[in-house]
């Protein structure tokens, strides 16, 4: 599956922006899928989850109630709807998929269980 991240840009504390993976190749229903974020000189960070199976989603404590993780299966598209932005989300987001399942939500916050990733799309967040 190819991912595509779209959606990134600058956004004044407070605001909202929502980003866009599309996929292609395979049905995006197959996988589950993330979204991380990296903030220079910082390692890549999860932010959060949907499940394949279920839609069942999962969050970072940092974004927990204010980033919505979801998922349109007729666009082949997932979404990450982020509000009340603060200047700490500034990172390049990325979209990724696995398409194995576990059994613990611990295992989906490590980059390396996801084998195909975004080209990731750059969020400014001004105070």
């Known amino acids: 599956v190819q991912l595509q991240a779209s959606g990134g840009g600058l956004v004044q504390a407070g605001g909202s922006l929502r980003l866009s993976c599309a996929a292609s190749?395979?049905?995006?229903?197959?996988?589950?899928m993330g979204w991380f974020r990296q903030a220079p000189g910082k390692e890549r960070e999860f932010v959060g989850i949907?499940?394949?199976?279920?839609?069942?989603?999962y969050y970072a404590d940092s974004v927990k109630g204010r980033f919505t993780i979801t998922r349109d299966n007729a666009k082949n598209t997932m979404y990450l709807q982020m509000d009340s932005l603060k200047p700490e989300d500034t990172a390049v987001y990325y979209c990724?998929?696995?398409?194995?399942?576990?059994?613990?939500?611990?295992?989906?916050?490590?980059?390396?269980?996801?084998?195909?990733w975004g080209q990731g799309t750059q969020v400014t967040v001004s105070s």
């Open positions: 190749g395979r049905f995006l229903s197959s996988y589950s």
């Open positions: 949907i499940i394949r199976s279920g839609g069942i989603t």
């Open positions: 990724a998929a696995t398409d194995r399942d576990y059994g613990g939500t611990g295992y989906y916050r490590r980059p390396g269980v996801y084998a195909y």
